[in-house]
């Protein structure tokens, strides 16, 4: 594969500061020769410009930096629309989990040309499926998945002048363990399939990841991967914007990567939510850059 590398060093989606180191963090851990390792062309295009959340004012507290975000989101869509018409693959560092909503914008805008669309596989320790109207904090990388599917603010979900940019029939949403009260109704009317930490306890990740993949590319051209390094448990990954314990061991995460690889049918990948403040000397970027070698084909033996 050629694979264009894109950095969003985006962190005005939540509070934490740090999140917007992540790409550095990954290419500090060797990102770039562990994927040319692997037999790929790298094209790193470095990061696009973000504005820090010192230099302007959060705006609408149900919704902060919402301009800023929708600002950031445009030049990704766009920018990942072109690497995908130039015929590469398009893998995105963040930043926080807004930047999502522009990467997958991206890659809808290109196959709906084409009358198609894709599947998605949403890992994730949250759902990411909050509005303006449910969120408890106003912080939008809880909202980029409602945004995906044509809910919430226009600027978000408006974004290349169409909605929704996946179906929900189509979505997967793996890992999640620490759900919002109103957060919980959306997703349960939204019609995408969720696997919890229950349904990975109970069935494994390898089931999970059969009828995952099964169900993002069943009539489509195939699915973008959205990876929340907080979806890993926290002994593994401790560098990430929000925490949650009783996450995904090392092995699950790696199984379901190498999973996604076998398919053969990856669009796009989003990494995200890294914050090497408060790791431990690069450990959750390392942990990163090994979990996008097993998406791109790496294996064991
Ligand atoms: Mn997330």
């Known amino acids: 594969m050629k694979i264009r590398i894109l950095g969003v060093p985006l962190d005005l989606g939540q509070e934490r500061r740090g999140v917007d180191m992540g790409p550095s963090a990954l290419r500090a851990a060797g990102l770039n020769a562990a994927i040319k390792s692997l037999g790929h062309s790298v094209e790193d ?38 690497t995908i018409e130039e015929g590469l693959f398009p893998l995105t560092l963040g930043g926080d989990h ?18 198609q669309s894709a599947g998605l596989i949403w890992i994730d320790a949250h759902g990411d499926m909050n ?26 979900s408006g ?33 995408v399939h969720v696997f919890t930490m229950r349904d990975i306890d ?13 169900l993002a590319t069943e009539g489509t051209a195939g699915f973008i991967t959205s990876f929340d390094m907080d979806v890993v448990d926290p002994s593994e990954a401790p560098g990430v914007g929000t925490p949650v314990r009783g996450g995904l061991t090392f092995r699950e995460a790696h199984l379901a990567m190498e999973m996604i690889a076998d398919s053969g049918k990856m669009l796009s990948l989003e990494l995200v939510e890294i914050n090497p403040i408060i790791d ?22």
Do not use: W
């Open 45 to 82: 295009s470095g990061n696009i410009f973000v504005k820090n959340p010192e230099e302007q004012h959060f705006g609408d507290r149900r919704a902060k930096y919402l301009n800023e975000i929708a600002e950031a989101c445009r030049d990704v869509a766009q920018r990942i629309h072109q």
């Open 98 to 115: 807004s930047i999502a909503i522009g990467a997958i914008a991206g890659v809808s805008k290109f196959l709906r040309d084409r009358s």
């Open 131 to 156: 509005t303006p109207e449910t969120s408890p904090s106003g912080n939008i990388h809880g909202m980029p998945f409602a945004a995906c599917l044509g809910l919430g603010p226009e600027p978000l």
């Open 159 to 191: 974004i290349c002048g169409f909605a929704p940019k996946v179906e929900a029939a189509k979505c997967v949403l793996i890992g999640v363990r620490d759900l919002d009260a109103r957060e919980k109704r959306i997703i349960q009317k939204s019609g």
């Open 202 to 214: 109970e069935q494994g990740m390898r089931a999970v990841m059969e009828k995952s993949l099964a």
């Open 280 to 301: 431990m000397m690069n450990k959750t970027a390392i942990l990163g850059v090994g979990l996008i070698t097993s998406a791109f084909g790496k294996k064991i033996l």
